[in-house]
C-alpha cells in the first residue's frame, strides 16, 4: 500500500504547552497587565525588543525579532525574475508570505494560509514596497517570508520591522528604513498589546486596532491599517502616539545593523 505522506494534526484537546513553559511566577506581571486602560501620555512604555540578524544561513538576508513574549523570525532571499509575467516591467515586486507556526498560537493553526495571514500578507507587503527601490530593480521580484513562532500581539509590526532589516542586510536597495507599531483602542481607550478580551466592561462605540509604519528620515507614514469603528479622535491620537513610537524603534534597528557590519568587517580581515 502506498505511504500517506500528508501532516496529521494533533488532538483538538491536548494541553496547551503554554501550561509546561511558563512559571506561575513568570504570568502574574504579565496578567496584571492585560487590558491595561492606558492614557495617550502613559502609552510612551513600549515593549521590549529584542532583535538579532543572521539567523537563516541559507537566506540571503534574515532577522529574529522578540516584542514581549512575540517571537518572529524573517527571511529575504535573492532577487528572482517574476514569474508568470510575459510583458517587461520597468518596476520590481515585492512578494510577502506572512504566516503562523501551528504551534504559535492558543488555537492550533493549519498549515495552509488562512484569510487572516494573506491580509497580514498583502498588509505587510504595501508597507515594505514603500522602502525599496523599485526601479533598481526591473522585471525582477524579492521574495519575503516571515513566520510567527509565537503569538502574543503586535506579529505584523514585529514582521515588517524584521523584514526592513532583512533586506537591508540581503543588499536589497532602499529608501529608508522602516518601523511599525500596534495600538488598541477599547471602550474609548488606547490600550497596548497583548489584548485581553475577556473583561466585561460596556461596550461602546470605540472599539479597534490600528498598525501603522513610518519611514523615519523621511518623517513619512508609509502604511496605516485600522481595524473596527474609531472616532476621529482616537485615530488622531493612535497616529500620535504611533508615529513618536515608530521613531524610539529606529535606535535600536541601527545598533543592530552596525554592529552586524561591524562582525562582518572583522570577519573578513
Same mark, same amino acid.
Request: negative net charge; contains cysteine; hydrophobic residues 35%.
Given at each position: 500500500? +502506498?505511504?500517506?505522506?500528508?501532516? @496529521?494534526?494533533?488532538?483538538?484537546?491536548?494541553?496547551?504547552?503554554?501550561?509546561?513553559?511558563?512559571?506561575?511566577?513568570?504570568?502574574?506581571?504579565?496578567?496584571?497587565?492585560?487590558?491595561?486602560? !492606558?492614557?495617550?501620555?502613559?502609552?510612551?512604555?513600549?515593549?521590549?525588543?529584542?532583535?538579532?540578524?543572521?539567523?537563516?544561513?541559507?537566506?540571503?538576508?534574515?532577522?529574529?525579532?522578540?516584542?514581549?513574549?512575540?517571537?518572529?523570525?524573517?527571511?529575504?532571499?535573492?532577487?528572482?525574475?517574476?514569474?508568470?509575467?510575459?510583458?517587461?516591467?520597468?518596476?520590481?515586486?515585492?512578494?510577502?508570505?506572512?504566516?503562523?507556526? +501551528?504551534?504559535?498560537?492558543?488555537?492550533?493553526?493549519?498549515?495552509?494560509?488562512?484569510?487572516?495571514?494573506?491580509?497580514?500578507?498583502?498588509?505587510?507587503?504595501?508597507?515594505?514596497?514603500?522602502?525599496?527601490?523599485?526601479?533598481?530593480?526591473?522585471?525582477?521580484?524579492?521574495?519575503?517570508?516571515?513566520?510567527?513562532?509565537?503569538?502574543?500581539?503586535?506579529? !505584523?509590526?514585529?514582521?515588517? @520591522?524584521?523584514?526592513?532589516?532583512?533586506?537591508?542586510?540581503?543588499?536589497?536597495?532602499?529608501?529608508?528604513?522602516?518601523?511599525?507599531?500596534?495600538?488598541?483602542?477599547?471602550?474609548?481607550? !488606547?490600550?497596548? +498589546?497583548?489584548?485581553?478580551?475577556?473583561?466585561?466592561?460596556?461596550?461602546?462605540?470605540?472599539?479597534?486596532?490600528?498598525?501603522?509604519?513610518?519611514?523615519?528620515?523621511?518623517?513619512?507614514?508609509?502604511?496605516?491599517?485600522?481595524?473596527?469603528?474609531?472616532?476621529?479622535?482616537?485615530?488622531?491620537?493612535?497616529?500620535?502616539?504611533?508615529?513618536?513610537?515608530?521613531?524610539?524603534?529606529?535606535?535600536?534597528?541601527?545598533?543592530?545593523?552596525?554592529?552586524?557590519?561591524?562582525?562582518?568587517?572583522?570577519?573578513?580581515?
Amino acid at each position: 500500500m +502506498p505511504i500517506d505522506h500528508k501532516r @496529521i494534526n494533533g488532538p483538538d484537546e491536548s494541553v496547551p504547552y503554554e501550561l509546561f513553559a511558563r512559571s506561575a511566577a513568570k504570568d502574574k506581571p504579565r496578567d496584571a497587565l492585560k487590558g491595561q486602560e !492606558l492614557e495617550v501620555d502613559a502609552c510612551d512604555g513600549q515593549r521590549k525588543i529584542y532583535l538579532q540578524t543572521g539567523v537563516i544561513t541559507q537566506a540571503k538576508g534574515s532577522a529574529y525579532i522578540e516584542i514581549g513574549d512575540t517571537k518572529v523570525i524573517v527571511s529575504v532571499f535573492d532577487p528572482r525574475e517574476i514569474p508568470n509575467r510575459i510583458d517587461y516591467g520597468l518596476k520590481g515586486e515585492v512578494y510577502c508570505e506572512f504566516k503562523y507556526a +501551528p504551534f504559535s498560537c492558543k488555537k492550533r493553526m493549519m498549515h495552509q494560509q488562512n484569510n487572516e495571514e494573506k491580509q497580514s500578507s498583502d498588509i505587510m507587503r504595501k508597507a515594505l514596497e514603500s522602502t525599496v527601490c523599485l526601479h533598481e530593480l526591473p522585471n525582477f521580484q524579492v521574495d519575503v517570508y516571515a513566520m510567527v513562532l509565537e503569538e502574543d500581539g503586535s506579529a !505584523l509590526s514585529a514582521a515588517i @520591522i524584521a523584514g526592513g532589516v532583512a533586506l537591508t542586510l540581503a543588499g536589497v536597495p532602499m529608501y529608508d528604513q522602516i518601523t511599525s507599531v500596534t495600538l488598541g483602542v477599547r471602550n474609548g481607550a !488606547l490600550i497596548e +498589546p497583548p489584548f485581553d478580551d475577556s473583561g466585561k466592561e460596556p461596550p461602546s462605540c470605540d472599539n479597534g486596532l490600528v498598525v501603522l509604519s513610518k519611514l523615519h528620515s523621511q518623517t513619512q507614514i508609509c502604511q496605516f491599517y485600522q481595524r473596527g469603528f474609531m472616532s476621529k479622535e482616537n485615530v488622531k491620537k493612535c497616529i500620535e502616539v504611533l508615529s513618536k513610537q515608530c521613531d524610539n524603534i529606529v535606535p535600536i534597528v541601527q545598533k543592530c545593523l552596525v554592529k552586524r557590519i561591524v562582525h562582518d568587517i572583522k570577519g573578513d580581515q
